[in-house]
């Protein structure tokens, strides 16, 4: 990535959650530092590639926005989102023509330069296996984005399913082979549930987190009727 943030890949299909409240947030780059409060829109961005591709020197994980990384000029790919801020929302990257796992595999979810944030890794499919469901968390501090993370189940929401393996023992994969596109016909479309944390710049407190918290991985999917034939709803009574 270029050291001034411009965006290396061509954008992914997503959908993105529109903001219609009051708005104070400026920046819509995500290689650029933003200080929000509540009802604001927060844009970030989740890189596709492979493990390796987000170490420095092999040994050093940086945030996609770090120029120090190949993503560049590596097999990678880069889905934009811009939700609203303590809202949660269900982010959904349609996977019937992008295949995670012939981009490595592998998710990185970034903001943020001087003050960047960055996930750790996380699996989504290599030729055997697929996940299709996560759960991103957003902490702030101030309004200062500080960290971004996946919040797993421990494949308590997978349990006693044969259609499912639990991978790592963490994340629930169904078999890439039963993926639309890939010979099966179930749609593995990526569904990404967001809640937030922390506080925003008047110190309010964020507590989507503590809602999403409540609910069971999965429950957002009913809410959304373009996802009624997905996953969840493909498996009698998944949830």
Not at 42 to 64: D, H, K, M, W, Y
Not at 175 to 185: D, I, L
Request: include cysteine; charge should be positive.
């Amino acid at each position: 990535m270029a050291a001034k943030g411009a965006l290396w890949l061509m954008l992914l299909p997503l959908v993105v959650a529109v903001v219609i409240a009051t708005n104070t947030n400026s920046v819509y780059q995500p290689c650029a530092d933003a200080k929000i409060q509540r009802s604001d829109g927060f844009t970030f961005g989740i890189a596709f590639s492979s493990r390796e591709s987000f170490f420095f020197n092999q040994s050093l994980q940086l945030s996609p926005c770090d120029h120090r990384l190949s993503l560049s000029s590596s097999n990678s790919q880069l889905a934009l989102f811009r939700p609203k801020v303590d809202e949660i929302s269900l982010l959904t990257i349609n996977t019937s023509s992008f295949f995670p796992d012939n981009y490595g595999g592998y998710m990185v979810a970034f903001a943020g330069r001087k003050y960047a944030a960055r996930s750790p890794l996380a699996f989504v499919a290599n030729s055997t296996y697929t996940v299709t469901s996560f759960t991103l968390v957003l902490e702030f501090q101030k309004g200062r984005l500080q960290n971004l993370y996946w919040k797993r189940d421990g494949c308590s929401s997978c349990k006693g399913k044969s259609n499912f393996v639990c991978l790592n023992k963490q994340d629930c994969g169904i078999r890439t082979s039963s993926c639309k596109g890939r010979g099966g016909a179930v749609d593995c479309s990526l569904g990404i549930q967001l809640a937030f944390s922390g506080t925003d710049k008047h110190l309010s407190v964020l507590n989507s987190w503590y809602e999403v918290e409540n609910l069971r991985q999965y429950s957002l999917y009913g809410l959304y009727s373009n996802l009624r034939d997905s996953l969840t709803s493909q498996y009698n009574k998944f949830f």
